[in-house]
């Protein structure tokens, strides 16, 4: 999972209470509209409060559906990456599995790794293409005196595109020493 839930339960709940006050701001500049129209004078000298409700409502309304189409791409981006086996997904891939253009993926992706709302998730451009590289957690175990030890693990691989052998840290996304090329340990 390349989701930070934190961020996306905050967005969600966040733009639920911006579309609920919107809501309720469109509801009160609705009925002091609705009352101006009718025959109460001293309504209608309260016309400005009623724009005022109405320009909140409209901010709130387009603020949180915002937030919500944020939280949504979180999903859509997270499960574009679940099928990915080799640890790199190109912005060609993604796009075609969100049925959207690559240069709008790539804005999306950027802007959901600059909220933090996707983790462990590196944008490189290999040759002007880019290329999502993604990164597993490495794991830890715990000693017997319950201290946190690292139970990293280092192997050596081919790289796949010159054939030399690299390190690499288990579960992690190293690059070639001699091409530049990356490697999933």
């Given amino acids: 999972m390349y989701i930070n839930r934190v961020k ?5 709940v966040f733009c639920w209470i911006q579309l609920f006050l919107g809501g309720i701001h469109g509801l009160f500049a609705i009925i002091g509209f609705g009352n101006m129209i009718g025959d109460f004078d ?4 309260f016309w400005g409060v009623f724009v005022v409700w109405a320009i909140l409502a409209v901010i709130l309304v387009y603020l949180g559906i915002k937030n919500l189409i944020v939280a949504n791409n979180c999903r ?3 499960e574009a990456f679940r099928s990915d086996e080799d640890g790199f997904v190109s912005m060609e891939e993604i796009a075609f599995r969100l049925g959207i253009s690559k240069e709008k993926a790539l804005k999306r992706l950027r802007l959901l790794i600059r909220k933090g709302c996707l983790v462990n998730i590196v944008v490189d451009f290999m040759g002007g293409n880019p290329v999502v590289v993604l990164q597993d957690n490495h794991t830890q175990a715990f000693s017997s005196s319950g201290e946190r030890k690292n139970t990293m693990e280092f192997l050596v691989l081919r790289c796949p595109n010159c054939g030399n052998s690299c390190p690499a840290k288990r579960g992690i996304v190293s690059q070639c020493e ?8």
Wanted: glycine letters at 16%; proline letters at 0%.
């Fill in 8 to 12: 996306r339960v905050r967005f969600l």
């Fill in 76 to 78: 859509a981006f997270n």
């Fill in 42 to 45: 001293e309504v209608r000298s």
């Fill in 178 to 185: 001699f091409c530049g090329g990356y490697i999933k340990g």
